[in-house]
T-cell receptor, first 112, second 114 residues
Framework: SQQGEEDPQALSIQEGENATMNCSYKTSINNLQWYRQNSGRGLVHLILIRSNEREKHSGRLRVTLDTSKKSSSLLITASRAADTASYFCATDAGTSGSRLTFGEGTQLTVNP | KAGVTQTPRYLIKTRGQQVTLSCSPI?????VSWYQQTPGQGLQFLFE???????NKGNFPGRFSGRQFSNSRSEMNVSTLELGDSALYLC???FGAGGGYGYTFGSGTRLTVV
């Protein structure tokens, strides 16, 4: 079963606008990761935030983590048509080794 | 530097057959994980290997097995294929022993069972 739930399931915006996606999870985690997937191809790692971090930036990406609410958000600023993809959050709660539990994903469409 | 390489890219098999998928991780990465992606169940964890040892296994039947070789290359095998095994199978490698570095995924093997 999926640990994470993402919302919205789908998001359509215009180029230049910001896109915000949210992720909630159920158990304590070591870290939370965001990935992008284009048209059923491989996943691309975007950013990892550890459980003791609250915010992280990478280029146009900003991720926040609230462990008390068991939630995270991904903000993409000044979006581009090339950002059109599915975005997944994944939590790593492994005590021995690692196993990612993925959310259902948000389909982002950026219209030119 | 080469990424994670999965072969073959596409595969069509008949129910009851078995299949072996291959994954070559990024050079220097010793952790390899496998995931199954289907429209109905999403992305689900299959196994994780580190230094030839399986450290984690997901909730899949025994028909799904895997192994890792001394050069970190990994294979997964599915025996007695069922229609429901049709999926995109993704391999991911990581530098460290855990997921603390993030994973690099391959492009996947799309398996169709007819």
């Amino acid at each position: 079963s999926q640990q994470g739930e993402e919302d919205p399931q789908a998001l359509s915006i215009q180029e230049g606008e910001n896109a915000t996606m949210n992720c909630s999870y159920k158990t304590s985690i070591n870290n939370l990761q965001w990935y992008r997937q284009n048209s059923g191809r491989g996943l691309v790692h975007l950013i990892l935030i550890r459980s003791n971090e609250r915010e992280k930036h990478s280029g146009r990406l900003r991720v926040t983590l609230d462990t008390s609410k068991k939630s995270s958000s991904l903000l993409i600023t000044a979006s581009r048509a090339a950002d059109t993809a599915s975005y997944f959050c994944a939590t790593d709660a492994g005590t021995s080794g690692s196993r990612l539990t993925f959310g259902e994903g948000t389909q982002l469409t950026v219209n030119p | 530097k080469a990424g994670v390489t999965q072969t073959p890219r596409y595969l069509i098999k008949t129910r009851g057959q078995q299949v072996t998928l291959s994954c070559s991780p990024i050079s220097g990465h010793r952790s390899v994980s496998w995931y199954q992606q289907t429209p109905g169940q999403g992305l689900q964890f299959l196994f994780e290997y580190f230094s030839e040892t399986q450290r984690n296994k997901g909730n899949f039947p025994g028909r799904f097995s895997g192994r890792q070789f001394s050069n970190s290359r990994s294979e997964m095998n599915v025996s007695t294929l069922e229609l429901g095994d049709s999926a995109l199978y993704l391999c991911a490698s990581s530098f460290g022993a855990g997921g603390g570095y993030g994973y690099t995924f391959g492009s996947g093997t799309r398996l169709t069972v007819v």
